[in-house]
Nanobody
Framework: QVQLVESGGGLVQPGGSLRLSCAASGFTFSNYWMNWVRQAPGKGLEWVSSIKSAGERTAYADSVKGRFTISRDNAKNTLYLQMNSLKPEDTAVYYC???????????WGQGIQVTVSS
């Protein structure tokens, strides 16, 4: 069965960095777009970033552009999100999600907390 497991979250000071990982299994990872989506406390889901199957195309929300970098290692079935210059407003639960390009992500990880605070 499809599994997506995030890791690498935690507490970081403003201006700091974190790298999230998402280990994928149960499907042919290299065939699919993958997304990062976040949910801040008391708010709805916010798309953060997407990456095409071979990593040849990426996209970012304006709120993270220039600070976050999405990447993937298809040999390791792993998705990454490098987050630099973190701000308190980046505090959220971050999810990785499989994107079959139907308009809706069909599988999601359990989410991982990122807290940016001094």
């Amino acid at each position: 069965q499809v599994q997506l497991v995030e890791s690498g979250g935690g507490l970081v000071q403003p201006g700091g960095s974190l790298r999230l990982s998402c280990a994928a299994s149960g499907f042919t990872f290299s065939n699919y777009w993958m997304n990062w989506v976040r949910q801040a406390p008391g708010k709805g889901l916010e798309w953060v970033s997407s990456i095409k199957s071979a990593g040849e195309r990426t996209a970012y929300a304006d709120s993270v552009k220039g600070r976050f970098t999405i990447s993937r290692d298809n040999a390791k079935n792993t998705l990454y999100l490098q987050m630099n210059s973190l701000k308190p407003e980046d505090t959220a639960v971050y999810y990785c999600a499989k994107d079959p390009q139907t308009g809706v992500c069909d599988y999601w990880g359990q989410g991982i907390q990122v807290t940016v605070s001094s």
